[in-house]
Each structure stands twice: as structure tokens, then as C-alpha cells.
């Protein structure tokens, strides 16, 4: 995928090995869509008759509906001259064929068919013969071109082909495909080198300097948008998702962190409330889903606070930005921050907690919706919206990025919303200690009809990870005994050899009062499943409590190149993060499922960065506080920050998991673990001695 161009490059080299003459036949194939994939899957009276195309040599393009409405093609050509081609499926594929056996490729030949509707595709055939010791290449490329709707045809019915001809010609030799290589290679390098690790375990290494952090960009481009598992149609980008993906992106291209805050924040309401989701191109939300999800709110604090810990830019909250994209309705982007602190502190329940809506953080834990019947919404059935049913894991979240806010009032000097925050958020964690605890860990959340869920008083579905994993991350119970007893219990009851599953025991029946968690077999998703994109909160929560080896077995446990050892039973990419893996009381137990697209990703990077390795991003500067395994002797990390490079180094002499003895930068001694701000351009090294 060549920088700066819309298409992909593929190069097929074939060499001549032995000491005859070869002939062979190559067949390259893509079956083009109808630009619509909800109307391209289903209208199929329009679309078996829309399809068009146009060939010229090797270059074949899908012209479909450009005649009319769309001012964009796609083109699929290679730099060879072709044997023969096919445009028709039916033509190549046959009938009653497919891709596995194409009629075509049978018969040794394509019949230079032209589409006229039905399915259009792009199939070339070379007919080649190789001396011996002879090697050929062939590039090929599939395209996506826009025109100026002035400037849509060269002639009557004839697509303007000049933007396609450029790109091609820019990709016709060896020379310019791998320059494009390079250049690209060039890009990652560079993107990539603002956070690298050498800590002597390869795995980890591997996983944090490349694998991790480029499943982080994929997540901040694409969300749950599309995929090999998410079809893309009329989800769009999640709000809480793109909120979470941004937090282990921002530190890569901060600039494009802020285009996203900007947008998202721009489909918020007036009352602090958002839409669950959004349209990338269009970037509105989407009215199908709504809004609801109470959580929502205030992971639009959450990304906020840290980009400005990763930037210092203080401007983005004078930004005006929109709510529900009505310019008219503009306001700061500060104030869009205080609506979502308000949101949730002027929607608390009967218990003190705040009231869940539709649903958090986890979508299928529905307790105001109450669906009966096949084909109704888990999450906008019924009432939807309840002033009952609360949840501790909002509240965890509420004193975690509420602290967060409050903190940007002190830096703002709003001292008395700082001071009112903080009272707020007071009254919340106290509520979670005492409403929101079981004895011996935090409860999921009160029902609508105002019943424990997470409660040893529940048959079933007695304890779950988030509100363990949230509470604790915000400091909850921490002074008090809760939080060490709450992680206990997660390892008593939640862990086993796969990862951290989402509660036990698993719902063996429907629950109308739980809606779709309760849906799933036992031990698939949200039931009883290992959630991946949890499961670092509870690696953070660990070391919030200095507990290191802890917080790194339960890292590995989830970590692609710590498991590639049983990858027949994971199943999956051995070095990019899946959204679930089966839970204990699967049949399948250990298979995970949906890799790419999670939260997973940004998670993990902030848990093995920020908590584990230490390496924290402040409102004032570079912290370094690790909490790693006693085993690990020391680390080096080359860290990008804020137009400054710092090249810290770790040293464990006397291998203990938590505590910094001294820091030196660039050879003198400094009081704390906050670094001080070097100036754009310098290079900083660190020396961090732990003890």
C-alpha cells in the first residue's frame, strides 16, 4: 500500500529453476463491489443490471454507476501485456463455479468478456514460457480513482483515465515498487521509533517496539469498523471505542489524535450525552443506535486528558466544537469535557452510583431493555433509559477520568470546579466502597428492579473483571484493604492458564433482566468468556498495588508472542491481539476469535507501557515510576516526547517489582520520578536505578 496513493501493489516473480524450458499460465482475479455494501449484498434486482466496465491493454476498470451519480472508479491492471481477460464472473469462474475453480483457469484461457451487469470482476491471463535460469516479474495493481465532476469523461461514455494512467505509470518497473518499499518501510520506521524497548525478552520486545503499536494504528484508522469480522454496514466508529483506540495511538501521530477528539467530541449532546456511534465519512452520528450508553461520556475525558499529557496542547480546549454537528451550537471543547463530568454526576441512582442507560462499557449487559422475542434489540428494546438500574463500573470510571478532569481545572486555575469535582467523585468512591462492595469484591451493578448483579446473593454471574479492574485502577479501596481483596478474588475465581475470563459462574440460562450477556453458550463472549480488552485493567490494577510479577503473568497471558507455542489451540495471528479468547466453560476453551479490531490493542500498550515498563506521560512532563517481574534486570527505552527524544534506562539491581531508588538525567541527580521537560530537538538521557 504505497504512501500517498489510493491502491494497493502486488509483484509476482516467477523464476525458471530447472534446466528446460517452462511454459504456465498465471491468473490474477478481484471481484469488484457496487460501492454500497448493504445495497451491493441485497438489491440485487438494480444491482444485476448496473454493472459497467471499460479495458484498455491491461488496465481493466470498474465503472459502475460513474455514468451517473459517482465521480469514482476503481482500476485493476498489471504492466505486462495480457493473454487474454474476463470481466464477467460467469465468464471466468463459470456458472456454477467459484474462485476455488474457475472455469477459466480449467479451460487454460479467459473469453475477453465484457460485463454488462451481473457481477463484474477483473481477471488477467498471461500465457509465458521461462528459459532456464530465466526469472519474470508481473505487477499488478487494484486502484481507486476520483475525478472533478467537470472532468468525469474524455469523451462521450468514456471515463477520464488520466489520474489512472499517472498512477499506474508510477508503479510500471521494479525500480519504482521497491522504492515504494522503501519508502513505506521508511514511514514505519520512523513512526514506530518514537517508543522502543530492549529489555533482553525478545517476546516482549517484539510485542511493545512493533507488533502492539501497529495493531494500534489499525485500531485508531478503522475502530470496529470493518474487517474479516465486522461487516462496516451502519455501525461506523464507536464513541467509547475510538475514545479507548486513541489512548495507545496518541503518542504516534498526536495531530491526528486531535482531528479525532475534535470529531468525536462533535457528536456529543447538549446535556453531555453522545451518540454510541458515529460515520467516519461523514463523521454524524448514527440516529438507528442513539445515545444511552452512559459510559460514553466520559471516555471522552478520559482520551482528552491524555493527549494533553502526551502534547502540552492546551489550545485544543478553546477549540469550538459542535454538539450533534450543529455549528450553531458550538462551545469550547472544555465545555464539552465539563457536560461529561455533569452527565454522569447529575445521573446517579438509588444507591449513589451512577445509572447505567442502555448499557457501559459492556454493550450486552442490557438492564433497562428487556428483550423478549427474536429480531428485537438487546440494547434499544423497552425503556432502555431506567432511574434504578446503576453501575460500580461507571462509577470507577467516574472517580478514575473524574480525577483526570479535576486535574485540568488545577491547570487551567479553576479552582472551584476543581474543588466541587473532587467533592463529587468523593461521594461517588464512597458509594462504590460501600454499595458497591460484596465482601470480598466489587459488584457489577444494580438491576432495574434494584438487585445486585456480580453479588455473591446471585446464582449465577457472582463476580465480574471490570468493576475489579476499573475500581482498582482508580485508586478505590486502595487505602482500605478492597482493592488487595478485590484482585484476590480475581485470581481465585477469574483466572485461568488462557487469561482473565469476564465473570463466574457463567449464565446457563436467558435473563431478561441481563439481556444479551446471558445470550451466549457459557463461555463465549461476554459470558464467562476471556475478554481480551479487559484484561489489561486488571495487569494495571495490579501494579497500582505494586504487585509486578503479578501484573506481568497476567499479561503474558493475553500477548500473541507469549502464546505462539499453542497456537493450535489460539488459533489466531500470533502476533496482533484477538477481541476474545473462549472461556473455561467453552468447549473450545483457549480458541479466540475477532483479532485486529479491539480495544485489545490500545489497552495492552497503555498497561505494558505506562503501568508496567513506567514510562508515564504527565500534565507536566515524562514520569518514570516501572512496576515490572523481579526477574526482569533492567530495560532501556527510547522514548519520543514532545519534540524531544529520551533515551531511559532501567537498571533492577536488586530485583524488586516496584520503587525507584535514584534518577539521574543526562548524569545529574533529581529529586522524584517526573523528568524534567527538555526542549524540542534535544536528546535526554536517563538513568533510573530501582531499589
Not at 438494480?46 to 491491461?58: D, P
Not at 457528536?267 to 454524524?284: M, N, R
Not at 457472582?462 to 478505590?476: H, K, L, R, S, T
Request: hydrophobic content about 35%; some cysteine; glycine content about 8%.
Amino acid at each position: 500500500m504505497p504512501r500517498g496513493d489510493a491502491c494497493e501493489i502486488d509483484r509476482l516473480t516467477l523464476e525458471n529453476k530447472t534446466t528446460a524450458p517452462r511454459t504456465l499460465d498465471v491468473f490474477s482475479y478481484v471481484e469488484f463491489c457496487l460501492w454500497d455494501a448493504m445495497d451491493d449484498s441485497s438489491n440485487f434486482q438494480r444491482n444485476f443490471s448496473t454493472g459497467e466496465v471499460e479495458v484498455v491493454e491491461s488496465a481493466i476498470y470498474h465503472k459502475t454507476e460513474y455514468r451517473e451519480r459517482r465521480d469514482h472508479y476503481a482500476v485493476f491492471w498489471a504492466n505486462a501485456p495480457v493473454t487474454s481477460f474476463d470481466t464477467s464472473r460467469d465468464a471466468f469462474c463459470g456458472v456454477y463455479g467459484g474462485p476455488a475453480a474457475p472455469e477459466a483457469v480449467k479451460a487454460g484461457h479467459c473469453s475477453n468478456s465484457i460485463a454488462h451487469g451481473w457481477a463484474p470482476v477483473g481477471a488477467h491471463h498471461f500465457h509465458l514460457t521461462l528459459a532456464p535460469g530465466e526469472k519474470k516479474s508481473i505487477i499488478f495493481g487494484l486502484g481507486y480513482i476520483e475525478n472533478p465532476v467537470g472532468k468525469k469523461f474524455s469523451a462521450p461514455g468514456i471515463i477520464n483515465k488520466a489520474r489512472a494512467e499517472a498512477m499506474m505509470a508510477r508503479y510500471a518497473t521494479d525500480a519504482q515498487v521497491d522504492a515504494a518499499r522503501r519508502a513505506l518501510a521508511d514511514y514505519w520506521q520512523e513512526l514506530l521509533s518514537g517508543w522502543q524497548l530492549t529489555s533482553g525478552e525478545e517476546k516482549l520486545d517484539r510485542m511493545v517496539s512493533l507488533w502492539n503499536q501497529y495493531q494500534c494504528m489499525v485500531t485508531f484508522n478503522m475502530s470496529r469498523s470493518a474487517s474479516y469480522y465486522e461487516s462496516g454496514i451502519g455501525r461506523g466508529m464507536g464513541f467509547r471505542d475510538s475514545c479507548q483506540d486513541l489512548l495507545g495511538f496518541v503518542h504516534m501521530i498526536p495531530s491526528r489524535a486531535r482531528e479525532r477528539i475534535l470529531d468525536i467530541a462533535a457528536t456529543q449532546f447538549e446535556d453531555g450525552s453522545a451518540y454510541h456511534q458515529y460515520q467516519p465519512l461523514t463523521k454524524k452520528g448514527n440516529s438507528d443506535v442513539g445515545s444511552g450508553f452512559n459510559d460514553d461520556p466520559l471516555w471522552l475525558i478520559a482520551c482528552t486528558a491524555a493527549y494533553l499529557r502526551e502534547t502540552g496542547d492546551w489550545s485544543i480546549l478553546e477549540e469550538p466544537v459542535a454538539f450533534d454537528n450543529d455549528v450553531t451550537r458550538a462551545q469550547p471543547l472544555m465545555e464539552h469535557l465539563r457536560r461529561s463530568f455533569r452527565y454522569t454526576h447529575t445521573h446517579l441512582g438509588p444507591h449513589g452510583l451512577p445509572l447505567i442507560g442502555r448499557a457501559d462499557w459492556n454493550d450486552c449487559l442490557n438492564l433497562n431493555c428487556f428483550s423478549e422475542h427474536p429480531g428485537e434489540s438487546f440494547q434499544i428494546t423497552g425503556p432502555s433509559e431506567g432511574p434504578v438500574a446503576e453501575s460500580v463500573f461507571i462509577a470507577g470510571m467516574f472517580v478514575k477520568y473524574g480525577r483526570e478532569y479535576a486535574e485540568l481545572c488545577d491547570h487551567l486555575h479553576l479552582t472551584e470546579e476543581a474543588a466541587s469535582a473532587r467533592t463529587a467523585i468523593d461521594a461517588v468512591e464512597q458509594a462504590t466502597l460501600t454499595a458497591g462492595w460484596d465482601g470480598a469484591w466489587f459488584r457489577r451493578a444494580y438491576d432495574a428492579f434494584g438487585a445486585p448483579v456480580g453479588s455473591r446473593e446471585c446464582d449465577e454471574g457472582q463476580i465480574f473483571i471490570e468493576p475489579q479492574g476499573m475500581c482498582v485502577m482508580a485508586g478505590i479501596g486502595r487505602e482500605t484493604g478492597q482493592a488487595e481483596a478485590a484482585l484476590k478474588s480475581v485470581e481465585e475465581r477469574l483466572d485461568t492458564p488462557y487469561g482473565v475470563v469476564l465473570l463466574q459462574p457463567a449464565y446457563t440460562t436467558y435473563r431478561l433482566n441481563l439481556g444479551e450477556i446471558s445470550s451466549y453458550p457459557p463461555g463465549y463472549k461476554e459470558n464467562a468468556g476471556i475478554f481480551c480488552h479487559n484484561n489489561p485493567w486488571i495487569s494495571c490494577a495490579e501494579t497500582v498495588l505494586g504487585h509486578g510479577d503479578r501484573a506481568f503473568a497476567v499479561y503474558k497471558k493475553t500477548c500473541p508472542a507469549y502464546i505462539e507455542d499453542i497456537s493450535e489451540i489460539h488459533r489466531t495471528e500470533p502476533y496482533v491481539y484477538s477481541q476474545m479468547v473462549a472461556g473455561r466453560d467453552a468447549p473450545t476453551f483457549g480458541e479466540a476469535k475477532n483479532s485486529w479490531l479491539t480495544g485489545t490493542a490500545a489497552w495492552t500498550f497503555v498497561n505494558v507501557s505506562q503501568y508496567i515498563l513506567g514510562i508515564q506521560p504527565t500534565l507536566d512532563g515524562l514520569r518514570v515510576d516501572p512496576c515490572i517481574p523481579h526477574t526482569l534486570a533492567g530495560y532501556t527505552v527510547t522514548r519520543r516526547y514532545r519534540g524531544a527524544v529520551y533515551h531511559i534506562r532501567v537498571e533492577n539491581p536488586h530485583a524488586v517489582q516496584k520503587g525507584v531508588q535514584s534518577v539521574t538525567v543526562n548524569g545529574a541527580p533529581i529529586a522524584g520520578t517526573l523528568l524534567p521537560l527538555a526542549k524540542a530537538g534535544e536528546n535526554v538521557e536517563v538513568v533510573v536505578t530501582m531499589g
